[in-house]
């Protein structure tokens, strides 16, 4: 299992590439994607009947999740369309004694994380997500200065709650639970009760200042309280996020301080009456310096800060 430590400079690529993606080649339904012969998925079993399906490092492609049942097997995510191929292979290869995919469980609205759901809503699979994300993929959406087109009907969730939805199956119960307004309006955390792993999506990216879609309900005190109710899991759980290897409380504790400090420091700079260039002229504490990457730096997250704190997001 990779630290948080570990997501330095080809994490920091993948993230730049997860943005591009988004702006460009993803926005659409496999337009101009690469020759899905490219994307080369590796399989891990995380815990029994569950297997963590995932694209290379590099890659900008979501994490995907696959629970074997007798039933069926439950995907939390379809990762991007153009890896659906790929999935569809490394699902094949799984030892599940009933390979149809029957449930898909999105984590969000973002393409890198529901762009096959319609490949498989299309083979009979119930798409389930929380009430927002419908309602993003229902329309066109404005995401970092582009037009994300609707999702075609197909693809959109046909099952969706509000707070919590539970699946009960012979080998285990999934929970799927609503974050409110943290990496979006609409994030779900799946937790698989029994096997102690939960899919926590970009609630956590690795060990970098964190991007919420504020354009469509993130938030960054939303993201800091979904950190908190995840630290009151077990210490043994795992917790599979939307891009890299799984990781432990002791990851989501480190975020969390590099949170409550960004916007303790925030708070008593701007009660002192200071500016924001003068709160980004101070920075930080030397120990968050590796956490900026080409796509958030320093100054950029310190504005963000500065923005929800001038704002009265809750402390």
């Given at each position: ?30 337009q ?8 080369a998925?590796?399989t ?30 439950l ?13 569809q ?19 969000h ?9 319609m ?15 419908r ?28 707070t919590?939805?539970?699946l ?13 307004n ?19 999506a ?76 003068q709160?980004?002229?101070k ?10 990457w080409?796509g ?20």
């Open positions: 299992m990779r630290t948080s430590g570990c997501f330095c400079t080809m994490r920091e690529l993948a993230l730049l590439l997860l943005l591009h993606s988004l702006l460009l080649n993803s926005i659409g339904y496999a101009n994607a690469p020759n899905p012969q490219t994307i998925l590796h891990t079993r995380v815990a029994q009947d569950l297997y963590l399906i995932q694209p290379p490092p590099d890659s900008e492609d979501g994490n995907v999740l696959a629970f074997c049942s007798e039933e069926g097997v995907l939390s995510d379809t990762g991007l369309s153009r890896a659906v191929p790929q999935l292979q490394a699902l094949q290869a799984l030892p599940c004694q009933t390979k149809s995919v029957r449930y898909v469980i999105n984590s609205w973002h393409r890198d994380h529901a762009g096959g759901n490949t498989f809503a299309n083979a009979g699979a119930v798409i389930i997500a929380h009430d927002e994300t309602r993003f993929m229902s329309s066109d959406q404005k995401l970092l200065g582009s037009t994300v087109s609707a999702y075609p009907e197909s693809a959109r969730p046909s099952v969706t709650f509000s919590s939805l539970t009960h199956f012979k080998n285990g119960d999934v929970i799927a639970k609503h974050s409110f943290a990496h979006t309006a609409g994030d779900v955390v799946t937790s698989f009760v029994q096997q102690n792993v939960l899919h926590i970009d609630i956590y990216y690795g060990a970098v200042f964190p991007w919420v879609d504020a354009a469509h309900g993130g938030t960054l005190t939303g993201l800091r309280r979904s950190i908190e109710e995840l630290l009151h899991q077990p210490d043994s759980a795992v917790f599979v996020p939307g891009h890299g290897d799984p990781i432990s409380k002791a990851e989501l504790n480190t975020m969390a301080q590099m949170l409550d400090e960004s916007f303790a420091i925030i708070r008593q700079g701007t009660s002192q009456g200071l500016s924001l260039k709160l980004q002229d920075g930080l504490p030397e120990r968050w310096k590796s956490w900026q080409e958030m730096s320093t100054s950029a997250w310190i504005e963000n800060v500065y923005n929800e704190t001038k704002n009265g997001a809750p402390q």
